[in-house]
């Protein structure tokens, strides 16, 4: 009786373990939908949740930070993104992700190092060789960045953020044409991708096509309101139509959802200095000099020389 008492209660834990285990697979899965879906919060939440009942699953630790870089949370990524490589040593898609957290927090050489060992792991990822782009780019290896892109694209055709991130690099190799095809094809395989819309804008702005990328920044920031770059070049475009007020209050918004922008600071600076609120503008420049604008402390050197 009691061997058949103690045999009851092994099945019964084993298929605790079970039902656990099942459990975290449910909320892992939940998780990766709605990451598909574009539900970055929700699938945050059931990733959690799987982790939580099984700490051992490395992929909902992959995926988790994925979920995070897209989120901005970059440091937080980059340790699950370690945990996960911790729990299996050949993810390659873990490494991947790590290289995209490294890539937010601006260590561009230490993205590139995780793309490549993504890639000798897996050399069929597309999503790593547009990461890999995205920090050549970032470094001003813009070739580099559009062979990365052309690889991407090669693996998967229709990945419409690889031919907005081959834009944004034809953009700043001054080939506008290339930039506004490449921005074409992106909106036309996926007409919500916000930052096509924003890449597409400067191409105009650069034109002197004023009207063209007011209506293409709009259409960044009604897809996505937090969008601090698309709110710092509509600024660009009012200040060259002479609405400083208007670019003064858009330069604030950018700092207010990407407070390292440094640009933003930078150019808010040089309106409020036109604006004689030296104050401000020497404030400012302050900022932009700490986010590395070294020119900036020029700046501050020849307003105090103005104001003496």
């Known amino acids: 009786m009691k061997k ?35 539900k970055y919060a929700e699938a945050l939440i059931d990733f959690n949740k799987a982790i939580k009942i099984d700490p051992g699953y490395a992929l909902a630790y992959n995926n988790r930070g ?8 970059y440091k937080d990524a980059l340790k699950d993104c370690e945990k996960a490589i911790e729990l299996d040593p050949k993810m390659a898609e873990a490494y991947s992700n790590r ?18 060992k993504a890639l000798k792991l ?10 890999r782009g995205l920090a050549k780019n970032n470094m001003g290896d813009y070739r580099g960045a559009i062979n990365d892109y052309d690889k991407t694209l090669s693996l998967n055709p229709v990945y419409a953020t690889a031919y907005s991130n081959r834009g944004l690099a034809k953009i700043n190799l001054g080939d506008y044409k290339g930039a506004i ?19 597409r804008g400067f191409v105009k702005y650069n034109l002197k096509d004023y009207k063209g990328a007011i209506k293409d920044f709009n259409k960044t920031l009604s897809l996505n309101p937090e969008y601090a770059y698309s709110y710092n070049n509509r600024a660009l475009v009012e200040y060259d139509l002479g609405d ?14 990407s407070p390292r922008l440094a640009v933003a600071y930078s150019s808010r600076a040089y309106l409020k200095e036109l604006e ?6 020497i404030k400012d420049y302050e900022k ?14 020849e307003i105090k020389k103005k104001i003496k």
């Open 4 to 38: 058949t008492f103690m045999l009851i209660l092994f099945f019964l834990f084993a298929f605790y373990l079970l039902a656990e285990q099942q459990t975290a697979e449910h909320y892992f899965t939940m998780g990766s939908a709605k990451y598909k879906a574009g």
């Open 66 to 73: 994925l979920i995070k870089c897209y989120l901005g949370k």
């Open 99 to 116: 290289g995209f957290a490294k890539n937010g927090i601006g260590d561009f050489a230490g993205s590139i190092k995780d793309s490549n």
């Open 122 to 131: 897996n050399p069929k990822m597309a999503e790593t060789y547009n990461n």
């Open 181 to 199: 095809k490449d921005c074409n094809d992106a909106i036309e395989i996926n007409p919500d991708l916000a930052e096509a819309y924003n890449n």
């Open 244 to 257: 400083n007020a208007s670019a003064l209050k858009d330069f604030d918004k950018a700092i207010e959802f």
């Open 276 to 281: 004689e609120d030296y104050k401000g503008a």
């Open 288 to 301: 932009a000099g700490e986010l590395g604008i070294r020119e900036a402390y020029e700046k501050i050197k």
